[in-house]
Each structure stands twice: as C-alpha cells, then as structure tokens.
C-alpha cells in the first residue's frame, strides 16, 4: 500500500507540473504529431477502424475494440518509409528511406464459458509495441525580400555585444533542416465482451521521445549606407529531446444492429518530463568583416503535457463480404485543435482473402502562426518552426488469413503540405512531403 501510494503522489504531482510546464508551440507541435501508421490492415483501413476493432493497432485509440477477440493472436509489422521532400517551384528534391518494427503485440483472449449469449463471454488482455511517430526528413527552403535575423534579435533585445546590421533591404535567405528520431508507445490495454453486444476496454500507454533536429540558417543582405556592401549571418543549430510520458485510455463500442457498430475512445494528455538540449553557434560577418560566435545553450529539464485526444466511429457490416466504416478524430490542448476525418473498406471476395482500402484527411493545427520563443537571453538559438497546412493519407492492402497463420502487405502515400519558418520575420517557405510506405504484417492465432 505504501509503495501504491507513493506511485500515485508522483503521478499527481507529476501531472501538476505539467500543467503549469507547457511546451513551446513548436515543440508541442513536432512530439504530438501522430502518422496513420501501424498493422498492414490498419493502415489499409486509412486508420477508420475504432469502431470495428479486432485489430492491435485500433485498440491503441479505442481498447474495447479488443472485446471483440475469440483467439490468441501475435503481430508483428515490418516497415519500410520513403520519404520524398521538396520546396514548391523548385526541382531539388530531398530523400529519405528508413527501414523498422513499427508494431509488435500479443492478445490473449480469455473465454468465460458460459452457456448462452449473455453476460460477459471474453475478457482480453494485450500487450503492444508501436512506433507511432518517425521523424526522418530533409528540408531545403529558399527565400529573398526578407527581414534579417539581426534585425528581430534586436527587436527582441538580444543582449549580446554584436555589431549586427539591423538597417537592412531584401535579404536572402535558406535554411537546411534534417530530423532522426521517434516516438514509441508501450501498451497494456484490457477490454470485455458482454453478451456480444456490449465492449468496454481500458489501457495504460508509456510514451519515449527521441528527436534529434539540425539546422543551418544563412543569409546575405545588403545594409543602407554601405555603398553597397554585403553582410551575411549563419546560425548553426542543434536541438535534442529525450524524455519520457504516460497516459490512460478508455473505449466503447456497441453493435445495436446486427449491420450496425458504433465506437468511442478517449485518450487522457500525456504527461512526463523531457530533456531540451540545444547548442549552436551564430556567425555574423558584420560591417567590422568581424566573426562573432554565440556561447553554447544549456540544457532544460521540464514536464510538460499533450493533448486530448477523441475518436468517434460508425461501422457497417455488409453481409458476410464486407465492412465498411467512417471516423472522425479530435485533439485538443489549449485552442489548438486538429481535426481528422477517415474512411475504408474491407471486402472479403472469397473466404480468408481480405481486400482493404482507406483514405484520411488531417486540418492544421492552428490557423495562427506559432510564436519563436526569443528572449533577452537567447536561450534557445533554433528560431525555426513548421506548421502543417494539411495532410492527406490513400492507402490499399491485402490480406490471407489461415487456420493458424495470416500475413497482410500494405501500401499508403502520404502526402503534406506545410509552412516552414526559418524566422517569425520572414515568409514561410512552402513545403511538400510526399511519403510513401510499404507494410508487411505477420501473424499467428489459435483457436480455443
């Protein structure tokens, strides 16, 4: 009891702190997004599937979909990401190809036995492994009639003894920003068959946090009243988190009808504590031709939380031959709200062949542009943030299903649109993402 005690004082303090700890918007932004990615037939749903379970990847969002399990199974997902990125109106193209284990699980499905078809007849259990964000991209952008960054580390008061020109015309401008890292998420979800009629699920997700994010801003202007003369800056940033969250999730799902399922889930914000460390180094070839270099930043230890998170979805069973559904997702924090519409089908043309297509459509997050966190003191030198300006998903799958074995391959483009800021100052550079995956799931199940 002492210990139980002491686990749950931590927790509320814990959660506490992160109310008062927000993250910077940018840093809110890249760790709470989430890609459609999972099982071979979740992503060949578009991710559409809390209200018709039976899938790992779908009890993440909505557990009681797990009530709907008759056997034991094991998953495991095999995934290869291609990563196409490139700057509207130009032709360089940015590639990135990562090879992983997205997903990893085990259901057991526990029968109650009875003799009719009322009370609870499973309880489930299910252990899972899911990458649920990669972060694996290259960005190139180029701008020109821009403020300089000189300029708005003066407007912001800046304390440094650095001759920067501020009096400035048409200054161009690129920035170059690479990103490595992840997001897994460790679950233990618990869901209930009642009277097959009635789901009810619970889980507990741990969340790490890995981004690594590199950056070289440059830029070249000419000052007023230099006869001319060019100036230029380079800003060199490195910024890393680490950290580590957890959350609660809850679900239900009813089938009124036979033809008819309906599905909520619920996930609590994360809360935890993550780790900032950010270096770099600022030369700035000033009206002196001198070199200057900023001082090392330190690194910051703080919690912080994430968002809401909602999922409404209605399912229909057409026959014994297909499924189809519609899903609608929510996440809210703090007025910002992201918006997530979903759709699929699967069609069994012969019994164990499973045929499966999707599509999704994510919003912004915001409609305002998020605010640089400069201050007189310079502490964190990446000046630079992205906000999506919308995401589209179509995918397709197929799968067997045996007696004792299934194995299911996917394919789903992804493609976004997003505003890149090197500064708050200067137009945002207009990205393109296109991402295309390649799945393979594997898979093994008894009956009892």
């Not at 399990?69 to 995934?79: A, H």
């Given at each position: 009891?002492?210990?139980?005690?002491?686990?749950?004082?931590?927790?509320?303090?814990?959660?506490?702190?992160?109310?008062?700890?927000p993250?910077?918007?940018?840093?809110?932004?890249?760790?709470?997004?989430?890609n459609?990615?999972?099982?071979a037939?979740?992503?060949?749903?578009g991710?559409?599937?809390?209200?018709?379970?039976?899938?790992p990847?779908?009890?993440?969002?909505?557990?009681?979909?797990?009530?709907?399990?008759?056997?034991?199974?094991?998953?495991?997902?095999?995934?290869v990401?291609l990563?196409?990125?490139r700057?509207?109106?130009?032709?360089?193209?940015?590639?990135?190809?990562v090879?992983?284990?997205?997903?990893?699980?085990?259901?057991?499905?526990?029968?109650?036995?009875?003799?009719?078809?009322?009370?609870?007849?499973?309880?489930?259990?299910?252990?899972?492994y899911?990458?649920?964000?990669?972060?694996?991209?290259?960005?190139?952008?180029?701008?020109?009639?821009?403020?300089?960054?000189?300029?708005?580390?003066?407007?912001?008061?800046?304390?440094?003894?650095?001759?920067?020109?501020?009096?400035?015309?048409?200054?161009?401008?690129?920035l170059?920003?690479r990103?490595?890292?992840y997001?897994?998420?460790?679950?233990?979800?618990?869901?209930m068959n009642?009277?097959?009629?009635w789901?009810?699920g619970?889980?507990?997700?741990?969340?790490?946090?890995?981004?690594?994010?590199?950056a070289?801003?440059?830029e070249?202007?000419?000052?007023?009243n230099?006869?001319?003369?060019?100036?230029?800056?380079?800003?060199q940033?490195?910024?890393?988190?680490?950290?580590?969250?957890?959350?609660?999730?809850?679900?239900?799902?009813?089938?009124?009808?036979?033809?008819?399922?309906?599905?909520?889930?619920?996930?609590?914000?994360?809360?935890?504590?993550?780790?900032?460390?950010?270096?770099?180094?600022?030369?700035?070839?000033?009206?002196t031709?001198?070199t200057?270099?900023?001082?090392?930043?330190?690194?910051?230890?703080?919690?912080?939380?994430m968002?809401?998170?909602t999922?409404?979805?209605?399912?229909?069973?057409?026959?014994?031959?297909?499924?189809?559904?519609?899903?609608?997702?929510?996440?809210?924090?703090?007025?910002?709200?992201?918006?997530?519409?979903?759709?699929?089908?699967?069609?069994?043309?012969?019994?164990?062949?499973?045929?499966?297509a999707?599509?999704?459509?994510?919003s912004?997050?915001?409609?305002?542009?998020f605010?640089v966190?400069?201050?007189?003191?310079?502490?964190?030198?990446?000046?630079y943030?992205?906000?999506?300006?919308w995401?589209q998903?179509?995918?397709?799958?197929?799968?067997?299903?045996?007696?004792?074995?299934?194995?299911q391959?996917?394919?789903?483009?992804?493609?976004?649109?997003?505003?890149?800021?090197a500064?708050?100052?200067?137009?945002?550079?207009?990205?393109?993402?296109e991402?295309?995956?390649?799945?393979?799931?594997?898979?093994?199940?008894?009956?009892?």
């Amino acid at each position: 009891m002492k210990n139980l005690r002491n686990i749950l004082v931590l927790c509320i303090l814990s959660f506490c702190a992160a109310v008062f700890s927000p993250l910077y918007a940018q840093d809110y932004l890249r760790l709470s997004e989430r890609n459609i990615t999972g099982t071979a037939r979740y992503i060949g749903m578009g991710g559409a599937m809390t209200a018709i379970g039976g899938d790992p990847s779908a009890a993440l969002y909505n557990p009681a979909g797990l009530g709907l399990y008759r056997r034991s199974e094991v998953f495991v997902t095999f995934d290869v990401m291609l990563d196409r990125t490139r700057q509207i109106g130009t032709t360089d193209v940015f590639k990135r190809n990562v090879l992983m284990i997205p997903q990893a699980s085990a259901v057991f499905s526990i029968p109650s036995y009875t003799l009719s078809d009322e009370g609870v007849q499973f309880n489930n259990l299910m252990l899972s492994y899911n990458r649920v964000q990669s972060y694996s991209r290259e960005m190139f952008g180029v701008g020109d009639h821009d403020p300089s960054l000189g300029a708005l580390l003066t407007t912001a008061d800046v304390n440094w003894d650095i001759p920067f020109c501020t009096d400035l015309i048409n200054a161009s401008n690129s920035l170059y920003l690479r990103e490595t890292g992840y997001v897994n998420e460790y679950a233990l979800d618990w869901a209930m068959n009642i009277s097959n009629r009635w789901y009810v699920g619970a889980g507990l997700h741990v969340q790490s946090y890995l981004l690594s994010s590199d950056a070289t801003y440059q830029e070249t202007f000419t000052a007023q009243n230099t006869e001319g003369r060019h100036f230029s800056n380079n800003n060199q940033t490195t910024l890393l988190f680490s950290g580590a969250s957890f959350n609660f999730s809850a679900g239900f799902l009813c089938r009124p009808l036979p033809w008819l399922r309906l599905g909520f889930g619920i996930q609590t914000p994360s809360v935890g504590h993550l780790v900032t460390r950010t270096s770099g180094s600022l030369t700035a070839q000033t009206d002196t031709l001198a070199t200057s270099y900023a001082p090392d930043c330190n690194s910051q230890t703080r919690s912080f939380h994430m968002p809401w998170h909602t999922t409404t979805s209605v399912g229909f069973q057409i026959g014994a031959y297909a499924l189809a559904a519609v899903q609608y997702d929510f996440t809210h924090q703090s007025g910002v709200n992201l918006h997530s519409l979903r759709a699929g089908i699967e069609v069994v043309p012969v019994l164990g062949l499973y045929i499966n297509a999707g599509y999704a459509f994510e919003s912004t997050f915001d409609k305002n542009p998020f605010v640089v966190p400069m201050d007189p003191t310079f502490d964190r030198q990446d000046t630079y943030f992205q906000r999506p300006r919308w995401t589209q998903y179509a995918s397709i799958a197929v799968g067997y299903r045996g007696t004792h074995m299934m194995v299911q391959a996917a394919y789903q483009c992804r493609w976004q649109r997003l505003n890149l800021h090197a500064i708050e100052n200067t137009a945002p550079y207009d990205m393109h993402t296109e991402t295309h995956r390649i799945v393979l799931t594997l898979g093994w199940h008894r009956y009892y």
